[in-house]
């Protein structure tokens, strides 16, 4: 018997989360039998998408329920097991739950290797983080040598990693982030060429003077007007790669749809979506690459770490909710 | 020196054109030189796009300049040649505009069989409307056997077309227009499998009805509501083909966006927009095929005539442009 702290979902929140959407609730676990693995969670990836689990509707994922674990993929590490693929010791990475210990099947829980990159990376760049920035610009966006890409949220936990993958890919790249100390950070430390701060720019105008042949591809993590300023700037037979919207108040009203679409047919382009795990057989590709990057120091992983384990997990979720993360969101636990 | 009646831009519209926007004008034309034809004009080809270049407005062609004839393309009858390519007696499509006569250079001018089709279609099925519906299906919507497909403004120039290709390529095809006897025409006529009335029946619910495992090809002629009901209807891997947008009011104005577009993340899908010039080196393979299908009786081609030359083209745009016309419309000179 395991005694282990939770978060579970206690009523859906409408807009940003709040104390009594959570409850922390201490839980005994039986012993694992054969197959099994019993993992005490190191480090939570906190993730905006997470917002979207919470509510009661149709997506690509079902919703977390009311009463049930949260949803999260965790980096752990192995205490017991009765499953030939894992020993005790081993350092994995799985949907465990905000949760101190775990039982767990197998599935779905791979292996991390330490000596390649922190555990912390490895819900970053070598997570899932990475895989959307390398899928979404690579499958989705098609980006080639010599393209501009612009990217927005750029210095959130997607956007900071798409950027330097496209820097490394041979592309000029724009972030739009807000205010001026993440914009100093993309330029100055991030490698990106150019930043715009839509706090206090005109992203449009600003877009058309930066690129003024016009984007080839555009990594979008927000939606709304900036998918318009996007649209407003297209150079023909542009991308445009839906990866998500950052829409903390209530994921299910509908956003306002973009005004300026008409701008795929004059400027024959595409605008499509894409969902991450649907890459999941070709992730060792990624980390291969996005490792050989980071090694030659064209790829600076940053990690935003909240101490405090299942009691701060509400906090830390409403820091990227805000956006006022600075990179990677991860709980130590 | 021949005489010719022309429509000019007296001036542009705001909303849909009236008497005050366009003259009637009689010109003198020269006599030809070296490298030009002289042509008679047979049928002008009257297209809602028309709307779009009236507006002083950044597009994918230029706009028609106040005093410029109107820009349109036409089936005429060579009646000098002083060109190489070209003999007294041709039948050829051109840009040639709402005149009577004109004089070329022979540039984007081409033969037509009239053994093939007689002259109307060469407007519409074998035409741009048939290139557009050609293209937009194969090339954008990657159409593939089996599929569903759904196409809005089904009983005009390019939906009635596009429906009876994807059908002829072994697709299930539904159709969207206004009005029971559209409706009625696209089944009983037009082989589509299905139609919605978009002016008495609930679009969103009719297509999960009809199509309960969502759509693979979405072919836009409208934006606006209709599209959003599509988003909402997309089968995993679907396809939005922008092929344009119904606002007769004024093209410059932005609609509202479709605010359903994150529905192309849930579902993985693509919406991109074309110009069917793109495809211009094409149009021969796109010819041959619609001639085959027309022969084979899977394609009917159904045009709309207008009689009465230069004095009836505002009225004959405005019946497309209310949607109050009934195939392809033509004007004949």
Known sequence: MTKTQQVRLARRPSGLPATDTWSVVSEELPA????????????????PAMRG???????YRPPVGVGDVMRSLDIATVVESAHPGFSVGDNVSGVFGVTEYAISDGRGVSTVDLRVAPAAAWLGVLGIPGMTAYFGLLEVGKLRVGETV????AAGAVGSVAGQIAKAMGATVIGIASGAEKCRRLTEELSFDAAIDDHSEDVVRRLRELAPQGLDVYFDNVGGEILDAALANLRRGARIVICGVLDPDNESELVPGPSRYMALLFFRATMAGFVVSDYADRYGEAVAKIAQWRDEGKLEAREHVVEGGVARFGEALNIVLTGANNGKLVLAM
Chains 1, 2 share one sequence.
């Open 53 to 59: 689990w919470l509510n009661d509707v149709r997506s």
């Open 150 to 153: 612009v990217i927005s949220a």
């Open 32 to 47: 694992i039998t054969a197959g099994e693995i019993l993992v005490k969670v190191d480090l939570v990836s906190v993730d």
